[in-house]
């Protein structure tokens, strides 16, 4: 990309993610851990920076906590005085006093960045969602179009497309409507079986983005979200585009999650202990980074016949030890500590937690810092785990953090 | 009824002609001489227009335009400075319209007409 023009990206981080509970609870959607070390956001800053964008603020408002700290620990990488910098923005309450309304509102809110930076051109992300994608080539698309919005779009199945902004295109791309959450669907003109949908990716010139969302902010029965309001207003009225997604996962099905869903962030975590994931975690021409400490390797303990530690289609991060305990096709981050006995299957396990001797965990999600006392069983009863525990239209059982016997 | 205008401008005699001028053309005016007090008299009295100097002390007029808009959204609100280029300001561009002073009054006039609806 030419150095010249000025690109700012703001990645929008304020999602309660309200269907995740209990993950939510005291975090941020874009905070909540994913694949052992990361956190969802990682995917979104990894794809900026490799695409070369680094001039990166993140909004934030909800629970921000841990999102902040994990920005500052891991994301602290860049030299201001290359002009570079990830900078987090809490809700500041500068225009009005409420806190975000809708997507639109939390940029409009932070005009005054644009004001300081004055780009030609602003990218706006979500860090909610996981996937691979060179943002290059999107804003390059945008550029030969001369549009004033392009949208980078997803296909799904039809019948599946209902809880997305599904677009209508033309046949040089050009969006000729926008429905936010149809009941019925439009297919693509491309394929009739899948709809074309917004991944909450927005390429905006930046005057006609500021134009628009000061229209909105004036608007009564708004809600200031950019789906909902914005491109609406903009279809049929400026050059709005639709820009297919190119995966840089290199896989044979395009891969672009938004884990909306117990039951979604369970499958996309499992998808990583496969023999082929879907999701490719070990390109390095693509890494996706986070923040690490330093932690020694992990290790497993007894090789007696019943006394065994295995570890078997899984996962494991650094500072684990597996002593004496059996773990299958789960997911586990770093600090986790198992001790004899103990059976653990298709499971996602986060950090610092510590499972006693002879418990059986099956299907479960267990948040930070839990410890598990002997003999504990989860997964085994549904109707004894729904007394205790949020369970999943699945069957999966989250056990929250700090949770305490 | 009347319409009522509310004029922040700093500067005495600046505020009085402005005032006079369109107490002529049939509306009330309340006027304040920065933008702490404008916004005051915006949640005070029922105001159908404001007319906003850039350059003030206390608050200055992008400022203003801010809180107005935080508070009152539908609110009209013309700038009315000496200075174009606080249009490259993307705040400025919350106003309805930007006016550059000049020595015609009628540009001013005609504006407030126009977003007034008459």
């Not at chain 1, 990645?11 to 309200?18: S, T, Y």
């Not at chain 1, 923040?291 to 016949?305: I, L, N, R, W």
């Not at chain 1, 299907?363 to 729904?386: C, F, H, L, N, W």
Request: net charge negative; proline share 4%; glycine share 6%.
């Amino acid at each position: 990309m030419n150095n010249k023009e000025k690109i700012i990206t703001l990645v929008l981080a304020g999602g309660k993610g309200e269907r995740l509970y209990p993950l939510t609870r005291d975090r941020a959607k874009p905070a909540v851990p994913f694949g052992g070390i990361y956190r969802i956001i990682d995917f979104t800053l990894s794809n900026a920076i490799n695409s070369g964008l680094r001039r990166i603020y993140i909004l934030v408002q909800y629970k921000s906590f841990s999102l902040q700290r994990h920005i500052r620990e891991g994301w602290n990488i860049f030299s201001r005085e290359l002009g570079e910098f990830v900078d987090l923005v809490p809700a500041q309450m500068r225009i009005g006093e409420e806190w975000y309304l809708g997507t639109a509102d939390s940029v409009f809110q932070n005009i005054y960045l644009l004001n300081q930076e004055k780009p030609d051109i602003v990218l706006i992300l979500s860090g909610d969602h996981i996937y691979k994608m060179d943002y290059r080539s999107l804003i390059q698309f945008h550029k030969e179009k001369n549009a004033d919005l392009t949208i980078s779009v997803f296909e799904v199945p039809v019948n599946q497309a209902s809880r997305f902004g599904v677009l209508k295109i033309d046949k040089d791309l050009r969006v000729v409507d926008f429905k936010e959450k149809p009941e019925v669907p439009e297919p693509s003109p491309l394929n009739p079986e899948v709809s074309l949908i917004s991944m909450g990716i927005y390429v905006f010139n930046t005057e006609i983005l500021v134009k628009r969302l000061f229209e909105d902010a004036k608007k009564k029965d708004s809600v200031h979200d950019f789906g909902k309001n914005i491109i609406p207003s903009m279809v049929g009225r400026d050059k709005v585009f639709a820009f297919p997604f190119i995966d840089e996962n290199k896989k044979e099905t395009k891969y672009w999650r938004d884990i909306g869903t117990i039951d979604a962030y369970y499958e996309a975590n499992m998808d990583l202990v496969n023999v082929e994931p879907i999701l490719n975690l070990y390109d390095k021409d693509w890494p996706i980074r986070t923040y690490q400490e330093q932690m020694p390797p992990a290790k497993t303990v007894f090789s007696g016949y019943d006394r065994k530690g295995e570890v078997l289609d899984s996962i494991i991060c650094g500072g684990c030890i597996v002593s004496g305990a059996k773990i299958f096709h789960s997911v586990v981050s770093p600090w986790v500590h198992f001790h004899s006995y103990s059976e653990i299957s298709d499971s996602i396990i986060f950090e610092n937690v510590e499972i006693s001797r002879y418990c059986k965990i099956r299907k479960a999600i267990i948040d930070k810092d839990v410890y598990i006392p002997t003999g504990i069983q989860i997964g085994y009863d549904e109707k004894e785990d729904r007394k205790r525990f949020t369970v999943s239209e699945n069957g999966v059982v989250v056990i929250p953090k700090g949770m305490k016997w | 009824m009347k319409k009522t205008i509310l004029l922040i401008e700093d500067e005495e005699n600046q505020r009085i002609l402005y005032s006079e001028e369109l107490e002529k053309e049939g509306y009330t005016v309340f006027t304040a001489s920065d933008g702490l007090k404008g916004l005051k008299i915006i949640e005070e009295k029922q105001i159908d227009l404001v007319v906003l100097d850039i350059r003030m002390p206390e608050m200055d007029g992008l400022e203003t335009l801010s809180k107005i808009l935080g508070e009152r959204k539908n609110l009209p609100v013309i700038i009315y400075t000496a200075y174009p280029h606080y249009k490259t300001n993307f705040m400025s561009w919350g106003a309805d319209i930007y006016l550059v002073k000049s020595s015609n009054i009628n540009e001013l006039k005609e504006k407030v007409k126009e977003l007034l609806g008459e």
